[in-house]
C-alpha cells in the first residue's frame, strides 16, 4: 500500500450520481477505504480547480470533502490569489465541526492518520 494517495475532481455517474471523487463519500470512504481496504491518507487535488469552485462554494466543497473522508486540503491558491483562505478554509471547519455538520470524530480519525504518516517518515 502506499502512505498517501491524491483525489483527483473527476466525476463518474456510476460511482456517484451527484458528487465529483474529492466530495463523494462513495468514492473516498466506500470505494477506496472500505472496499480495497486503504487506511492511508488522502490528500485533495486543489480545492480552489474550477471544476470544484464552478459548483461549489468553500464551505460546502470542505464539508462534502472531510465527511467524504479527505484527510489533507490543497489549496494552491495561484488561480485566483486569496490571501487569507487559509484562515477562511480552517475558520469554516471549526464552524462546521462546533455546528455538528462535520463530526469532530471525523477530523480525528485524519488526525491520526497524519500522525501515523509523520512517525513512519521521521524514523
Known sequence: MVD????????N?????DHPATLSNNVITGL?????GYQGVVVSDDMQMSAITKYYGLEEALKLSLN???????FA???????????R?????????EDGE???????????????LKQKQFK
Open 32 to 36: 477506496l477505504r472500505e472496499n480495497l
Open 77 to 87: 491558491n495561484n488561480s485566483d490569489y486569496e490571501e487569507d483562505i487559509t484562515v
Open 89 to 97: 478554509a480552517i475558520s469554516l471547519i471549526k464552524k462546521l465541526v
Open 102 to 116: 462535520i463530526p469532530r470524530k471525523r477530523i480525528e480519525e485524519s488526525y491520526l492518520r497524519i500522525k501515523k
Open 68 to 74: 467524504a473522508g479527505v484527510d489533507m486540503l490543497i
Open 4 to 11: 498517501v494517495i491524491m483525489t483527483a475532481h473527476i466525476y
Open 13 to 17: 455517474k456510476s460511482l456517484d450520481a
